[in-house]
């Protein structure tokens, strides 16, 4: 178990976010006014205890212990990661410098990753090639606050608009490569692996970005 795992398994969330937000129970989660957002009329604010995670479904928030110090404080992640060490009674060891690029190489990745959410959503909701994604969606019952709640989006029906998009955004091939989202073939090009598919964002039980499921929305895929 690493020192991160360990807080987390000591500094109960609930207790954690109570002190700032007055909450409710509702079933097995908790919900209040976002403290992040002038808002007073809808009770945006979930704290989900199984994981140990919380979202705001209005200016769109989330994460678990660590990102609500980081967001309440206005702390880095290494001010927040001593102040819940403490609070947690966790002694940590010294960030090797091989371990800080470690991190920050995958914090790079997830930030790619947050990228892609947004950019397929835009394809479901805003572009006409979505229509037919959005509308399969639709017709299955799923409703656009569970859209908006699970980050469901469409992947172009294109061999290479993803990638491209991102190159252009200032990505490396090799980010692309390391977060999933492009195949190789034999002469070292590549293209996107999502193709004209719904995507499902997935995330870890800290609310960061892991990756991507799909629907294939063509019988010849």
């Not at 129970?25 to 992040?36: D, H, L, S, W």
């Not at 656009?144 to 061999?159: R, V």
Request: hydrophobic residues 40%.
């Amino acid at each position: 178990m690493t020192a991160i795992d360990e807080i987390k398994a000591r500094v109960d969330i609930l207790d954690l976010v109570s002190e700032t937000v007055s909450l409710r129970r509702a079933g097995k989660n908790y919900t209040g006014f976002c403290p992040f957002h002038s808002n007073t009329r809808t009770p945006a604010f979930v704290v989900f205890p199984e994981t140990g995670t919380w979202r705001c479904f209005s200016c769109n928030e989330g994460g678990d212990i660590f990102n609500f110090v980081m967001r309440k404080e206005g702390w880095d992640f290494q001010q927040a990661l001593r102040q819940l060490a403490s609070r947690a009674g966790v002694e940590l060891e010294p960030l090797t410098p091989e371990k800080r690029e470690e991190e920050d190489r995958l914090d790079h990745l997830r930030d790619l990753l947050e990228e892609v959410v947004v950019f397929f959503r835009h394809h479901l909701l805003k572009n006409p090639a979505g229509h037919l994604a959005l509308d399969y969606i639709t017709r299955r019952g799923i409703s656009p606050a569970t859209i908006e709640l699970f980050g469901l989006g469409y992947a172009p029906h294109s061999w290479d608009a993803t990638h491209q998009h991102f190159l252009q955004k200032g990505y490396e091939k090799e980010d692309l490569l390391d977060a999933g989202l492009v195949v190789e073939k034999e002469d070292s090009s590549f293209y996107d692996r999502f193709r004209h598919r719904i995507v499902f964002p997935i995330r870890d039980a800290a609310g960061n970005m892991a990756g991507f499921g799909a629907r294939a929305l063509s019988d010849e895929d």
